[in-house]
């Protein structure tokens, strides 16, 4: 896949001690995203979430910074295709709010490992300024998906 220069696409991966049902229910659920969705300090209110977990349906949140609500991110996306419980695309709009020469296309793939299920994020394009602090944000958000999961046990 082409990219505008100075953009790529960022992956990152992450295997939790949960059946793929209950991840997959923590990325297509109001109560699951509001758990743990955002890096450290940053949280999503549950009526920010809006998903339809379905292929067209939407899947809109909030992250807002625990210290200065004034501080927000939106996640502005549609569902472009979904095999439950393995594969989640969206297409997220919000970028263009913030220079981004195109919209970004998130890519979740669940995958059933001996003793839980690996979790693999793809985003593109992405400046490739921002692959470290997007690497940091997402084991921030695993740490806090992997308490969620072991709640739920």
Do not use: C
């Not at 990325?27 to 999503?44: I, R, Y």
């Not at 502005?76 to 979904?82: K, S, Y």
């Not at 393995?86 to 669940?110: C, H, K, N």
């Amino acid at each position: 896949m082409s990219h505008p220069e100075g953009f790529g696409e960022f992956e990152t991966g992450h295997t939790v001690e949960a059946p793929i049902e209950k991840v997959y229910e923590a990325f297509m659920t109001t109560e699951g995203l509001a758990a743990w969705f955002g890096p450290a300090g940053w949280s999503v209110p549950a009526e920010s979430v809006a998903i339809e977990p379905r292929e067209g349906g939407a899947y809109r949140l909030t992250m807002v910074n625990d210290e200065d609500a004034e501080q927000s991110s939106p996640v502005t996306a549609v569902i472009d295709e979904l095999r439950a419980p393995e594969y989640i695309r969206a297409t997220d709009s919000a970028y263009a709010a913030l220079g981004f020469p195109q919209d970004v296309v998130m890519e979740t793939v669940l995958t059933r490992v001996e003793g839980g299920t690996s979790i693999v994020i793809r985003q593109a394009p992405l400046p490739l300024a921002v692959f470290e602090p997007a690497s940091a944000g997402w084991a921030s958000s695993f740490q806090k998906l992997d308490a969620h999961l072991s709640r739920q046990a």
